[in-house]
């Protein structure tokens, strides 16, 4: 069946905009996760949306940073104000009902470049 | 706090040779341990995970990991390296209770080169 699917799979933009970013997760995937890679490092955790409940947003590294998800279903990352620091592959993750057990599956990611 | 440690950014190995790729963990209570791969240009992709039982858990691609409760550790390993197995693996823990369980903590990456 379909995997993660991440939109757009790149995006340029000037500093001081607005950038939204889309991850279709699963079907059936309640959990959904965002994490930022910069180049050549690990991820860094973003958000995390379970369900119904409120999204663990604990990682999320200044207001400028807000998700939003539409049931358990399509998720949107928005950076407002980008900074050139905000370049870096942002990485959706989906698991089934967020046991502990469940491994996440990953989408191909979005490279962000702000100028 | 919790975290994960990938000792080496980098692992030279031949191929045909065994190749292992170092983790170790820092979480209270009883872990749950993965293993993913990232090729270039790629996501990232699940190869392995270690919940409970026996202590070498195998997964995708011929590869295994050995969990060491003693020693914190869940190294990935291959008897025989191949060329295409070169990619970036990420060691990722997820804590096994308490409010962060829904939390993945991941490596800073080993970057494998398999050489022909």
């Known amino acids: 069946g379909a995997g993660v699917s991440q939109s757009p799979s790149n995006k340029v933009t000037e500093k001081g905009k607005d950038v939204e970013l889309r991850c279709d997760p699963i079907?059936?995937?309640?959990?959904l996760y965002w994490y930022r890679q910069r180049l050549g490092q690990g991820l860094e955790f973003l958000i995390y949306?379970?369900?119904?409940?409120?999204?663990?947003k604990s990682g999320l590294p200044s207001d400028r940073f807000s998700a939003e998800r539409t049931g358990e279903s399509v998720s949107t990352l928005t950076i407002q104000r980008t900074q050139q620091e905000d370049s870096a592959v942002y990485l959706c993750?989906?698991?089934?009902?967020?046991?502990?057990?469940?491994?996440?599956?990953f989408g191909p990611g979005t490279r962000l470049t702000v100028l | 706090a919790q975290s994960v440690a990938q000792p080496e950014d980098q692992v030279n190995v031949a191929e045909g040779n065994p190749l292992t790729v170092k983790c170790t963990y820092s979480?209270?209570?009883?872990?749950?341990l993965f293993w993913y791969v990232q090729y270039p240009n790629r996501g990232l992709q699940f190869l392995l995970k270690?919940?409970?039982?026996?202590?070498l858990v195998k997964g995708s691609y011929g590869f295994e990991a050995e969990f060491n409760k003693s020693q914190t550790s869940f190294h990935l390993k291959k008897p025989s390296a191949l060329v295409s197995d070169s990619a970036l693996y990420f060691c990722?823990?997820?804590?096994?209770?308490?409010?962060?369980?829904?939390?993945?903590?991941f490596g800073s990456g080993t970057k494998l080169n398999v050489k022909p």
């Open positions: 993750a989906s698991s089934y009902s967020g046991s502990q057990y469940n491994e996440q599956f």
């Open positions: 079907s059936g995937h309640t959990a």
């Open positions: 949306f379970q369900g119904n409940s409120a999204p663990d």
């Open positions: 979480v209270p209570g009883n872990p749950y």
């Open positions: 270690y919940i409970t039982g026996d202590n």
């Open positions: 990722a823990v997820r804590d096994g209770k308490g409010n962060n369980f829904n939390k993945f903590y």
